[in-house]
């Protein structure tokens, strides 16, 4: 496994002894470490959502307001999710330790301090919280893979076709209006044939990009296939579909290329949901579609 850089790494030391937050402070920055420091609760609140530290060192008995408090208002707060919060405390009775874990800290030490097994487990809360950033930040980035098409940057086949068919089930159940609109580039084979493959993919791209830029924010665009391309429109009835379908097409018809004397044109066919079997919502849009093309292209039907 690669090892996790935690220089850097902020820590915020909140006591209000200054010969601790002296100590701590000089025994972390040996070891590479930001440090911010705050010497009551209500700083600590202040300082935390400002820098936002990566870890939280936290004495217990304060004035005013005391370490489990603090502690329960920073778990509170959505941008302290994930932050570890360690306890610092004479107090060893067993109620305190239990009460420390129940309002959110990851850890208890108890002072008297060693340095070296305090440092020991500030590098272990900051691995595993630097470890859990980067697994979730890899599972997001799995979970955009997998239903964003790689060329386009838009949703593939197999999102939208399940996406399509949650859509359907919510608007039968709640009887709302759902329509859809299948795209095709006119005469794209051409394009490949006389331009060659990369202006094609770059063509699919600009297209996939004006689709998502035509459409309004709850439409859903994906690439369907090849050069063609599928737009799922919630609650959306038949003749606002088509007013979005006209205006995708007419932005298209009017991109300039690079190279010279290419025109590039878009032909649509739109359906509105009225039974319950998607194969029947596709393939109308579908006929449409071929409809569009044998009536000269260029056009939405």
Known sequence: ???????????????????????????????????????????????????????????????????????????????????????LTARNEIEDIVKGFEVGAVDYIIKPFNLTELKARVKTHLTLKFALEELKRKNQELERIVVIDSLTQIYNRHFIMDRLSEEMAEALRF?????????????????????????????????????RQTVRENDIPARYGGEEFLVVFPRTDLEQCRVVAEKIRGNIQNLKWKQPGMKLTISGGTSQLNQNKLNVFIDQADQLLYKAKNNGRNRIE
């Not at 094609?200 to 297209?207: F, Q, S, T």
């Open 175 to 211: 009887k709302q209006p759902l329509s859809i609109l299948i795209l095709d580039i006119d005469l794209f084979k051409q394009i490949n044939d006389n331009y060659g493959h990369l202006v094609g993919d770059e063509v699919l791209k600009i297209v996939a990009q004006t689709i």
């Open 1 to 87: 496994m690669q090892k996790i850089d935690l220089s850097n790494a902020r820590v915020l030391i909140v006591d209000d002894t200054p010969q601790n937050i002296q100590l701590l402070g000089a025994a972390l920055k040996d070891e590479g470490f930001q440090i911010n420091v705050a010497m009551n609760g209500e700083k600590a609140l202040q300082i935390a959502q400002r820098v936002l530290p990566d870890l939280i060192l936290l004495d217990i008995t304060m004035t005013e307001m005391d370490g489990f408090e603090v502690c329960g208002k920073l778990k509170k707060l959505d941008e302290m999710e994930g932050i570890p919060i360690i306890f």
